[in-house]
Every structure is written in C-alpha cells, then in structure tokens.
C-alpha cells in the first residue's frame, strides 16, 4: 500500500486498460465518490500532480505483476459461470437451474449461488426463502454475517445439486458492499473457500447491474448472457458489456464471455424470428458467440412451478439441445477464438 505512481505509469497503465483521461476519471469516480475529471487525470500524468496513493493501489492490482493492496480475482479448480442480464425475466435463473441439472446428470460436481434476493434459484430448486433467512443459511448471512460458506450450503435435487440459498436478506447486500473497500470481491473470497470441491459453480444473478452482478462478474471465468427475442433484452445488452469490460479492466483481466443464448423463441411468431436477427447482428458485431435458442415451451414454467429443473421432469424438453451446447462450451478447455475476452 502507499506506493507511488508515476505519471508515465500511470498513462502507460491507462493505455493497456483501453481507457480515456475522461474514463479514468468516471471509473475513479464511481469508485471514490469524488469529482476527478480528465484535466486531472492529465495533470497527474504530466507529473503536475502527485497521484493519490489510494488511487495508484486501486489501479496497480489488475497489472501482470499483482501489487500488494487489492486482492485479484482468483481462478481455481472450478469454473465459474455468472448467468447474467439487467433485462428481468429473460430466463436466467431457469438457465442456471436446468445448466445445473444437466451438469450434474452428466457426473460434475455442481454449487448454484443465488445471488438474487428474489430468491428465485432457491424457489426453483425446490426450496423456500423464508425458511432459509430463518435458518442463516443464505448468501446474505455468508457475505455480510461472516457465516462461513460451507455452513450455508443445502441440497437439492435429491442432492445432485448444492445451492448456496437467498432471500430478500440480500436486498440490503448492495448498499452493505458499497459501504466497504473492495466489497465486491467479497464473493471472489467467500467462494474461494469451496472452489477446490466443485467442478462448477454457477451464479445467478439480479435483474439489474448492481453492486452483486459486479461481484458476480468479478468472481466468475466466463459470463453467459440469455436475452429472449425482445427489443428491450437485446438492447440492453450493450450496457451489460460494458459493464463486463469495467469489471475485467479493474479486478478480473481473466474474465470472458461465454456467448448469448437466446431464450423462450418461439419459432411461430415472426416478430421472433426478426429479433433473433437482431440478436445474431448484435452478436456478431461484439464478437460473441451466439447459441441455438431454447424454445419457448411450457415445461420451464411447469418446472418452476414444481421446484424442479424442467430437464428433470423431461429430459427431452425442447430446448434440452440448446443447453447441452452451452454446457458443452463451458467444459471445453478455452481457446482464444470460442470466447471473446471482450475489449481485448
Ligand atoms: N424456455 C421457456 N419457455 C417458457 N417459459 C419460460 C422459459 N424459460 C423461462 N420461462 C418462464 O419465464 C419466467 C421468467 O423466467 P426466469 O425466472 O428464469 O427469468 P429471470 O431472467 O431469471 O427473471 P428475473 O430477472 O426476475 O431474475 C418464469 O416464470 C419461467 O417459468
Ligand atoms: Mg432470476
């Protein structure tokens, strides 16, 4: 902590995270509350004025060389899946519920964290919030309580999968981290605790793009985004890159984008059709891969209904195909062109 900054580092530094003067001193802002802007940001870099040491530690992390100060993003044993859109109700959470399933049947060691205070993994897997808020076992009480994470795990589908429970405790997660330094690796922490015991762990995350979706991206490997054909998903979607971009300049260089899967097509409404147009052209110009659809069929709400993965109660679900090529990518060893580190 405490070491100085130089200006040439800190231009240097700026450079290879692809920001402006102007992004600097918004990123910093948004960090610090405070009112930098580029004028100053140039005089630091002129050598005019010192760089701030709290600034220059906020920023050395994400170097190759890791300085003292903030502690990065790890990568263990498992791989973390962050299933994420700010846009509600496009199927995220019954993504990360029949992915789970289909991980699990096929022999990998499966967590689920709810990092929604919806609690609508939880729901889905069969069990019920309340019960869970009054038994301290939610990521609420792992995060901000100090219970430890191993405590806080249950069972579910007849113990197939393990899930890390939420509730609407969490609802006060955000303004909780906003209020500590790093808050947002606290769930890179808690989950390096149980790493080395799954395969892959898969985050469910808010409809929205809060302080637990930056913590979900900075504890993840790779981001999945399921966006159904509606004009309002797919426009949502350059937002949500962005903020993959911040996340992955600041705290988790390694982070890369799995691809878009598009979900609840139905192949029988033509607005549908163009939307997916949309969707391949939106794709294709980030550079992210795009997935076959999962259809829109009314086994997945029978299957919320349930508190079951829809692929537990029919294996053969429309849609199971598109599932098993996102799982497909997600246990293939990385290769620089299946997935886009996104602004790299
Ligand atoms: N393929 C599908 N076909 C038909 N209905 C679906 C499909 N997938 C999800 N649904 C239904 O859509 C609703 C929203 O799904 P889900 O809760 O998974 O979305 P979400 O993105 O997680 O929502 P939120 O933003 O509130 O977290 C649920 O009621 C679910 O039953
Ligand atoms: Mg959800």
């Given at each position: 902590m405490g070491a100085t900054m130089g200006g040439e580092d800190l231009k240097a530094l700026r450079a290879s995270r692809k920001l402006s003067q102007d992004g600097l001193a918004k990123l910093l802002n948004e960090r610090f509350r405070r009112s930098y802007d580029r004028a100053k940001v140039s005089?630091?870099?002129?050598?005019?004025?010192?760089?701030?040491?709290?600034?220059?530690?906020?920023?050395?992390p994400a170097d190759p060389a890791p300085a003292p100060g903030i502690p990065t993003a790890n990568t263990g044993p498992a791989t973390v899946l962050c299933v994420v859109n700010q846009k509600g109700g496009?199927?995220?959470?019954?993504?990360?519920?029949?992915?789970?399933?289909?991980?699990?049947?096929?022999?990998?060691k499966v967590l689920v964290v709810d990092c929604d205070a919806q609690g609508s993994a939880t729901i889905h897997l069969g069990l019920y919030p309340p019960e869970m808020e009054l038994e301290g076992r939610t990521l609420f009480h792992v995060l901000l309580r100090k219970r430890p994470v191993q405590e806080a795990i249950v069972s579910a589908c007849d113990g197939m999968?393990?899930?890390?429970?939420?509730?609407?405790?969490?609802?006060?997660?955000?303004?909780?981290?906003?209020?500590?330094?790093?808050?947002?690796?606290?769930?890179?922490?808690?989950?390096?605790?149980?790493?080395?015991?799954?395969?892959?762990?898969l985050l469910?995350?808010?409809?929205?793009?809060?302080?637990?979706?930056t913590s979900a991206l900075s504890a993840s490997n790779k981001v999945l985004i399921p966006s159904n054909a509606e004009m309002l998903s797919i426009?949502?979607?350059?937002?949500?890159?962005?903020?993959?971009?911040?996340?992955?300049?600041?705290?988790?260089?390694?982070?890369?984008?799995?691809?878009?899967?598009?979900?609840?097509?139905?192949?029988r409404r033509s607005q549908d059709k163009a939307r997916m147009q949309d969707l391949a052209n939106m794709a294709a110009e980030n550079r992210l891969r795009l997935f076959q659809p999962v259809r829109n069929a009314v086994i997945y709400v029978e299957g919320v209904n349930a508190g079951v993965p829809a692929?537990?109660?029919?294996?053969?679900?429309?849609?199971?195909e598109a599932f098993v090529e996102v799982m497909e990518a997600l246990l293939a060893p990385a290769t620089p062109k299946a997935e886009a580190t996104h602004g790299a």
């Open positions: 005089k630091w870099e002129n050598g005019v004025d010192r760089v701030p040491d709290d600034v220059a530690a906020f920023l050395t496009v199927s995220k959470t019954g993504t990360v519920v029949n992915l789970a399933w289909l991980l699990a049947r096929s022999g990998h999968i393990d899930l890390v429970p939420s509730g609407i405790s969490l609802a006060k997660a955000d303004t909780e981290i906003s209020a500590m330094p790093h808050g947002e690796l606290l769930l890179n922490k808690v989950l390096s605790a149980v790493r080395s015991g799954y395969d892959v762990i469910d995350c808010p409809p929205h793009l809060g302080k637990m979706t426009m949502g979607i350059p937002a949500l890159l962005e903020s993959v971009e911040q996340v992955q300049t600041m705290v988790n260089p390694g982070l890369s984008i799995l691809g878009v899967l598009p979900t609840r097509f139905d192949a692929l537990k109660l029919d294996p053969n679900a429309p849609g199971v």
